[in-house]
């Protein structure tokens, strides 16, 4: 009578063991259907809702999504030195309490060399403070704009990159891209601009 229950429970737990695996592999196959399903659209409502936020800033005051207290970087690493490195260019634009803005521009220099120690001997040859106005602000959101859709194409990376980025620290923001071609000059077109 007692083998006769064991076998009886044994069956039971198996079939339910077998259930259950029945169903956690549903769940993975439906959970990765979604997952496709959604990833498909994702670039273009991704792409939508960047190009909102940009418009939401408004004419009037287009950094308007940059908080008081918070700092838009755009940085540029690029790469004279091949895949070890460059030089450094860093633009810093900070607002405050009156919504005017402000950008701090820093450039840096290296040795074309390339010696081993090259970053360590990097000198900063630009830094300057520049006040931004409005037709300003809108060449800032215009090269968001152009960073967020090349940080979107499929590009083949190599070793010898410019790397380009824009982050904040409380509004969100990360943009990034690797330009293994020397033709994406977008960076130094907003680095011109603001300085004028």
């Known amino acids: 009578m007692r083998d006769s229950s064991n076998k009886v429970l044994k069956t039971c737990v198996y079939k339910h063991v077998v ?3 029945k169903l956690m592999m549903f ?9 496709i399903l959604t990833g498909c659209s994702s670039k273009k ?3 939508k809702n960047f190009e909102r936020a940009l ?3 408004g004419e009037k005051n287009p950094l308007a999504f940059l908080y008081q207290t918070d700092t838009l970087k755009l940085t540029a690493t690029f790469s004279e030195c091949g ?12 607002g405050n309490y009156k919504k005017e803005y402000f950008a701090r521009i820093t450039k840096d220099s290296i040795d074309l060399d390339c010696p081993n120690d090259f970053e360590a ?6 830094d300057t403070i520049v006040r931004i106005d409005n037709s300003k602000e809108k ?3 215009k090269y968001l704009n152009l960073l967020y859709k090349r940080s979107i194409e499929g590009k083949a990376i190599s070793h010898s990159n410019d790397y380009f980025r824009a982050t904040t620290n ?16 977008e960076f130094r077109k907003l680095h011109i601009e603001l300085l004028k």
């Open 19 to 21: 259930r259950h695996k």
């Open 27 to 35: 769940m993975k196959i439906f959970i990765l259907f979604l997952l």
């Open 45 to 47: 409502e991704s792409h």
């Open 55 to 57: 418009n939401y800033s």
């Open 83 to 94: 895949e070890f490195g460059g030089h450094n260019e860093k633009i810093q634009i900070f």
């Open 121 to 126: 001997k990097a000198v900063i040859v630009q």
């Open 139 to 141: 060449k800032i959101l």
């Open 170 to 185: 409380y509004a969100g923001l990360s943009l990034s891209t690797a330009e293994p071609n020397k033709d994406w000059n």
